[in-house]
């Protein structure tokens, strides 16, 4: 099976065509202002749009923002992204104020050669998320109608079974755009032969989420190491109490199969930062990964961890010198949107930035920690749009918006 691209599409010629681009302009919004706080997933589909409008393509950009209960609802409306796209961009982009109704269309019908519409959100229409394959197959018709190619540019969203990601492009001549094709590339390097020491650096907040990850890495990785909200499962399973710390008591059985069988490979935190409660100005300390207060929750690795886990990022397999040669990070280490717990996240971080490695950051909430924490973007080898995407492509899954695409 292949996968044709963007490039294939220009070379047939797109002017004066109408060409339907899904985006993942999935952007966080502060809930007070409804500005957008991070616009990382806008900048990331430029090239694609970018390359369609300077070919004469009548763009209409798609996409969901959050998760409205198939109905409008204006707090997660694509207002503000049509507003900071056209900033981007250099030129207005249109808005509909619907996906598919009188305003869509007649939005559409307006467009010149080389202009950008932006319907309004995806989801708020039943049809995008439907299990009907009817119900769904019928919001993908009026969808489709307002292309006469498609291109799908939203990595973020391809392990959805979703109208707009799999059922469009049954419905007309498609491609993957240039954010989508990177992406496989990127990944399929991680699945195929890494050079090695190949080291995996996994955090957030459940093992659950991560299960089916850690189960297809543990056997290709060199070394594993564990920070976040997930640790302290693993340091249950070791004996360890954990206080108040997040836990998923079902998985500790799990946990400790998972250390039997890693072979000395998976690394945990040996200090975390232990607070009174889980808020910003929380009273904490540094405290024995193995003696966190009943009282207590962790909500960071220690400083004595972020070293550990430098230095086998530096000397990644089992201390062989050289250090990691690939680097796969996903999950921040602790709660970094409060400073007090942020310096686990940004001191992983910077010891992956410094690695003379090729480093992949698994998108998602490790993709914001990395502009939130004022990271050089460029010191990474790529940052993943796709956090839920990028795990299950790793854990050998077919993604539907990927095969929708093959030929």
């Known amino acids: 099976m292949t996968i044709r691209n963007l490039d294939d599409l220009l070379a047939e010629g797109v002017s004066g065509r109408r060409v339907l681009v ?49 109905a409008p609802d204006p707090q997660f409306s694509l207002r503000p ?14 808005f509909a104020e619907d996906t598919v109704g009188d305003s869509a269309r007649s939005t559409v019908a307006g467009l010149a050669d080389g202009q950008v519409a932006l319907l309004e959100n995806l989801r708020f229409n ?8 009817a119900e769904r197959g019928a919001f993908a018709d009026q969808l489709a109608a307002f292309g006469d190619a498609y291109v799908d540019d939203a ?13 469009v492009p049954a419905r007309l001549p498609h ?5 989508v094709l990177r992406e496989v590339e990127v ?19 459940k093992v659950s989420d991560k299960l089916a990850v850690i189960e297809a890495l543990l056997p290709t990785v060199d070394r594993l190491l564990i920070g976040g909200g997930m640790c302290f499962t693993f340091l249950k399973a070791q004996g360890h109490e954990v206080g108040s710390s997040l836990l998923e008591e079902e998985m500790v059985e799990t946990c400790r199969n998972l250390l039997e069988r890693s072979e000395g490979k998976i690394m945990l935190p040996v200090d975390v930062v232990a607070a009174d409660a889980f808020a910003p100005d929380a009273a904490h300390d540094t405290v024995p990964a193995d003696g966190i207060p009943s009282h ?53 971080a910077e010891a992956i930035a410094k690695a003379d490695a090729f480093s992949v950051v698994g998108g998602g909430d490790s993709a914001a ?11 990474f080898g790529h940052i993943s749009t796709g956090g839920g995407a990028s795990l299950e492509y790793l854990e050998g899954k077919t993604l539907p918006g990927i095969a929708a695409l093959e030929d």
């Open 22 to 70: 899904r985006a993942d302009l999935n952007v966080p919004l502060d809930k007070q202002t409804g500005e957008i706080t991070d616009d990382g997933r806008i900048r990331a589909v430029l090239p694609t749009l970018s390359a369609l409008v300077q070919a004469g393509a009548k763009v209409v950009v798609c996409s969901h923002l959050g998760r409205p209960k198939g």
């Open 81 to 94: 992204v049509a507003g900071r796209l056209g900033e981007l961009l250099g030129a207005p982009v249109h």
């Open 126 to 133: 039943k049809g995008e998320t439907s299990k009907d394959e």
């Open 155 to 167: 990595f973020g969203a391809v392990h959805r079974k979703h109208a707009s990601v799999y059922d």
């Open 175 to 179: 491609v993957a755009g240039r954010l």
């Open 187 to 205: 990944l399929g390097k991680l699945t195929g032969e890494p050079e090695r020491p190949y080291v995996v650096v996994l955090g957030g907040s």
């Open 296 to 348: 207590r929750l962790g909500l960071d690795i220690g400083p004595e961890t972020v070293a550990g886990f430098a230095a086998a990022i530096k000397d990644a397999a089992c201390g062989e010198p050289g250090g990691a040669r690939t680097i796969f990070w996903n999950g921040p280490m602790g709660v970094f949107e409060m400073p007090a717990f942020a310096n686990g996240t940004r001191g992983v």
């Open 369 to 379: 920690a990395v502009r939130a924490l004022g990271l050089d973007e460029s010191s």
